[in-house]
């Protein structure tokens, strides 16, 4: 009887065991599901996006550029408000897929306003303010405080050196450099336009309009003439007209005008020649000697040419086409005018050329009038002592050595003088 009871109480045992364990197996398949979905939904909230993102200002941004992964799709969340025109922090909501993050923006400033100033000439009764100088001023953020870096002298006449100072909202600051003409009375004298204002150019052939031109005034030292060149068609022969514009600091202005022929190229041999025939003979006589003719060339070509910027330099029939045309050109042109005055005149002569640099180019003659090779030099320097007329290598060679290597040309190429 009692081993009955207790195998009755085992049987009892037994099945609830088996009642808590059935229990137990479900629930634990799904506690390893939950955490399996929690750690794929706990990974992707926290993985997928940037938590913080910093862009400068006026930056575009873009719901994706959170998103570590710019292939998932992103946008903002009704809720979300910002602008990239102002610094400042502000709170993004992110959605993609099933997920909405909350994210932070950071908009910085660290980009300086963009400021250029402007001459002035005003009187002590009305000293200009520090935005007066401003000629432009840039920021993103459209708020800029413009002030004088430096305190000057505004009791005397004068010129004023002048520091300007923008500072926009975020603190980043820019000077600028401009200059005060402080004058007794207002300045109501136009600036002058002087100079090569008419031009004669070729077909297809750039144009440095600005070439020769200066402007004067009794007060600005540093006038810009602007140029209207759009009537100008430099691909069809023609004469055009140019319009030269010169503005003070006190807005008094000067215009003037000049003409820009455009020719066909037309520098043949024949045509070279007899523009220099025509030169020759106002210049010499058949009785003069060939040192004298040489003389007479060279004293004309130095008073009937101006010196200008050219790119003639490969061809001299071009550059003396030009030379004796226009009147005007670079060493080159002196050179070629030269040669075929030289050449028409019956005297022996060569062509020489300076060793070249990367700033550096210069040409010029050599004649023989019966003593031997001579330079012959008719372009015009700055140093007025330079006569570039008939000098003996040797006095070139010593002029050159003390002038930066002026003439300084190779003598196995021009063996003239050896």
């Not at 009871?5 to 197996?25: A, M, P």
């Not at 940037?50 to 994706?64: H, I």
């Not at 993050?101 to 402007?118: R, S, W």
């Not at 000697?289 to 790119?311: L, R």
Request: hydrophobic content about 30%.
């Amino acid at each position: 009887m009692g081993n009955r009871r207790r195998t009755n109480r085992h049987r009892r045992r037994y099945r609830r065991r088996k009642n808590t364990y059935r229990l137990f197996v479900p629930f634990a398949v799904l506690l390893v599901v939950c955490l399996g979905v929690g750690a794929y939904f706990y990974y992707n909230y926290k993985e997928r996006v940037y938590s913080n993102c910093v862009v400068e200002l006026g930056t575009e941004v873009k719901a994706t550029d959170f998103l570590k992964d710019t292939d998932k799709p992103a946008e903002f969340t009704d809720d979300t408000v910002f602008t990239t025109d102002r610094a400042g922090t502000y709170e993004v909501g992110i959605k993609s897929d099933y997920f909405t993050y909350h994210c932070t923006l950071e908009v910085t400033d660290t980009v300086a306003p963009e400021l250029t100033t402007k001459d002035l000439t005003r009187t002590k009764e009305e000293i200009p303010t520090a935005s007066d100088f401003v000629d432009t001023v840039f920021d993103l953020s459209g708020d800029v405080d413009i002030y004088y870096g430096k305190a000057f002298d505004s009791e005397t006449y004068g010129t004023k050196n002048i520091t300007v100072v923008a500072v926009d909202a975020s603190g980043n600051r820019t000077e600028a450099d401009a200059v005060l003409n402080l004058v007794e009375e207002y300045d109501i004298e136009p600036p002058v336009i002087e100079g090569q204002l008419d031009k004669v150019v070729y077909v297809g052939d750039g144009v440095s309009f600005k070439n020769g031109i200066v402007v004067k005034d009794n007060v600005d030292t540093d006038i810009q003439v602007e140029v209207d060149s759009s009537h100008v068609d430099i691909y069809t022969p023609g004469e055009y007209t140019v319009t030269y514009t010169a503005t003070d600091s006190m807005g008094n202005v000067d215009l003037a005008e000049g003409v820009i022929t455009v020719i066909e190229q037309l520098y043949t041999e024949e045509e070279v020649y007899a523009l220099a025939d025509e030169v020759l003979s106002g210049i010499i006589t058949e009785d003069m000697s060939d040192y004298d003719k040489a003389h007479a060339i060279y004293v004309w070509v130095q008073g009937n040419i101006g010196y200008s910027e050219s790119d003639d330099s490969g061809d001299w029939l071009k550059g003396a086409y030009d030379g004796l045309k226009n009147r005007h050109g670079d060493c080159y042109n002196f050179y070629a005018v030269s040669k075929a005055l030289l050449t028409r005149a019956g005297i022996k002569n060569a062509d020489i050329e300076i060793i070249p640099t990367a700033t550096r180019h210069h040409y010029w003659n050599v004649i023989d009038c019966g003593e031997g090779w001579r330079h012959f030099d008719t372009t015009p320097r700055t140093d007025k002592s330079f006569k570039g007329f008939y000098i003996t290598d040797e006095d070139l060679m010593a002029y050159s050595d003390q002038h930066y290597h002026s003439h300084n040309y190779d003598r196995e190429i021009y063996p003239y003088f050896n």
